[in-house]
């Protein structure tokens, strides 16, 4: 079955669940109708259904490829591309002064959902173009907006983004790529980065990177670290791409999946750049643009369930043994619950961006706290989820999904990357009880107590399900407040379970709130009964701290026997 957008099931979610409505109270998204996103959600899942998805395959058979140092892309990639930014996709929620449509990013996140499901790997190309708009919008000096914004939301140029170095991944702070003033304002970028998505391409005219390096006078640490924009082909006077910049792309790499999107080796061999913000400061200003590909990465985990799980279900409804084997009670259970997760976790992400855009509009900052806290749980669940879904959707299918021809395998090799990149889930759970808890779980009780509240007043339409998230959400607040009195490392050694906890509820109350707003009850029912219950365990091994981790010698980690 080919993928079809479900415009359907994320308008229900964005207009019953999210308070996507509520935008367009406000004078920032006044033109963010009910009418205008249903207009824009249709023209963008069929273009995710029609152009996108029918490349997605030609890109894992034939991935992108270096010929004599020049990019080559997958069949297809460059007119699916052109459709993409001709339709002024890239632009949704950019600045409309430099071309953009200035619409929330809740709408975005739901374009790229599609765009997403319909080809990850192409889809990687705007996400980091969008990232890069959201700095360059907030860190770039007046000149710099006017020469880049206006190429890169058209999709004339791209944008990737350059952290990691071979010894240098999350530790951003040992990176070796050093800077050195140019003396006439520019400065010249020397060293090497690994792992840059679309480092180089043959679908746009230029490539615009971001690239962290080190000043001789910036400190140790990343608060020494500074920003700059190091296109591949340096503007001329008009601003079109001119000479040729002393960068290369040595290498593509050869990955489990996503082969479609060319992930380099690059090289900047004294390149010209030019600053990002203030000096020494480049962290604050790439963080702007990872905090963005955060929430994009969660909501890529749900695009690659959407989809490996509309094929599943196809394959089900069509496979004979005993019967269609969508009606045999197993295979039934692992569709049921796969759907209602995909629910769920759209939900948290969709969730997520309402905040981002009501703190945005309103400047409060609760709606900044809400999106913050929210961020590390909508990429971590919504990837975990892709990857989990995935992997169901390859068992539905029996030994025909260990089979390529199928393509049910290239959904779980695609969407794995997802919990790695943009910082590790494992990352994102340490940020959740750290950083997002160091206002003394202010952001987190908040959300439990929206949690109960909506529990109590569904109680009289659905006692049963009422009860049992009211119960959750009141014993993840005793958790969390036992969370706060441990100390780091404890916190950290169950960080990942915590977070799962937090994801479960905060899913099951979209799901209550759904079989109250004319959502699907049976659905609801599967998630509250089947998957919330999971919430417990997570919470014992929140719970546990670390001694019986630092107990165990590495020695026992290899497999040898205790002495």
Excluded at 295 to 316: D, F, I, K, S, W
Excluded at 530 to 553: C, H, K, N, T
Aim: glycine share 10%; hydrophobic share 45%.
């Amino acid at each position: 079955m080919a993928y079809q957008a479900p415009v359907e099931q994320i308008e229900f979610i964005l207009n019953r669940i999210v308070s996507f409505p509520d935008l367009s109270a406000t004078t920032r998204f006044a033109e963010a109708t009910a009418e205008t996103a249903t207009a824009i959600l249709t023209e963008a899942g069929k273009l995710a259904t029609e152009v996108i998805a029918p490349v997605n395959r030609a890109g894992d058979l034939t991935p992108a490829r270096l010929e004599n140092g020049k990019l080559r892309s997958s069949p297809g990639y460059a007119e699916a591309f052109r459709a993409l930014a001709e339709g002024g996709w890239i632009g949704l929620a950019a600045n409309p002064e430099y071309g953009g449509m200035g619409l929330p990013q809740s709408l975005n996140m739901a374009v790229n959902e599609m765009v997403a499901s319909g080809c990850l790997a192409l889809q990687l190309n705007p996400l980091l173009t969008q990232g890069q708009i959201e700095a360059l919008e907030h860190h770039g000096s007046d000149e710099l907006k006017a020469l880049y914004l206006p190429r890169l939301i058209s999709g004339e140029w791209s944008g990737t983004m350059n952290l990691t170095e071979p010894q240098a991944g999350s530790d951003v702070g040992a990176l070796t790529t050093r800077a050195e003033r140019a003396g006439d304002g520019t400065y010249r970028i020397t060293g090497q980065k690994i792992f840059i998505t679309w480092g180089d391409s043959d679908v746009t005219e230029n490539v615009c990177h971001l690239v962290l390096a080190r000043l001789p006078d910036g400190g140790p640490g990343t608060r020494g670290i500074s920003l700059f924009m190091v296109p591949k082909l340096i503007p001329d006077e008009n601003g079109n791409p001119g000479v040729a910049n002393d960068l290369r792309t040595v290498s593509l790499e050869h990955k489990l999946g996503i082969h479609g999107s060319p992930t380099c080796v690059m090289s900047f061999e004294g390149a010209k750049g030019w600053l990002v913000g203030e000096e020494h400061k480049g962290m604050a200003a790439m963080f702007t643009m990872m905090n963005a590909a955060r929430l994009g990465v969660g909501v890529q985990g749900v695009a690659q369930a959407e989809a490996a799980l509309q094929q599943a279900t196809a394959y089900a409804a069509e496979r004979m043994q005993m019967g269609p084997i969508i009606r045999h009670p197993d295979v039934r259970r692992m569709l049921a619950t796969s759907r209602a997760e995909v629910f769920a976790a759209r939900a948290i992400c969709l969730g997520c961006a309402v905040a981002l855009d009501m703190a945005r509009a309103t400047g409060q900052e609760e709606w900044a706290a809400r999106a913050a806290f929210l961020t590390p749980i909508a990429k971590a669940h919504g990837t975990d989820v892709g990857i989990r879904i995935a992997d169901t959707a390859v068992q539905v299918h029996g030994g025909m999904g260990f089979i390529e021809e199928t393509g049910a395998a290239q959904y779980l090799r695609d969407v794995r990357i997802t919990a790695i990149y943009e910082g590790t889930n494992g990352i994102q759970a340490m940020d959740l009880v750290g950083r997002k808890l160091s206002d003394g779980g202010a952001a987190a009780m908040a959300l439990l107590d929206e949690i109960l509240d909506g529990a109590k007043a569904a109680q009289p339409a659905e006692p049963d399900l009422a009860n049992q998230v009211w119960q959750a959400a009141e014993t993840l607040r005793e958790a969390t407040q036992e969370l706060l009195g441990l100390d780091m490392a404890d916190r950290f050694a169950g960080a990942v379970p915590y977070l799962s906890a937090f994801a479960r509820v905060l899913g099951a109350h979209y799901h209550l709130r759904a079989a109250t707003q004319g959502g699907n009850k049976p659905l609801a029912r599967i998630y509250i009964t089947r998957i919330l219950p999971q919430f417990s365990a997570d919470l014992a091994a929140a719970r546990a701290g670390v001694s019986d981790l630092e107990a165990l010698d590495d020695a026992a980690l290899s497999g040898q026997m205790a002495g």
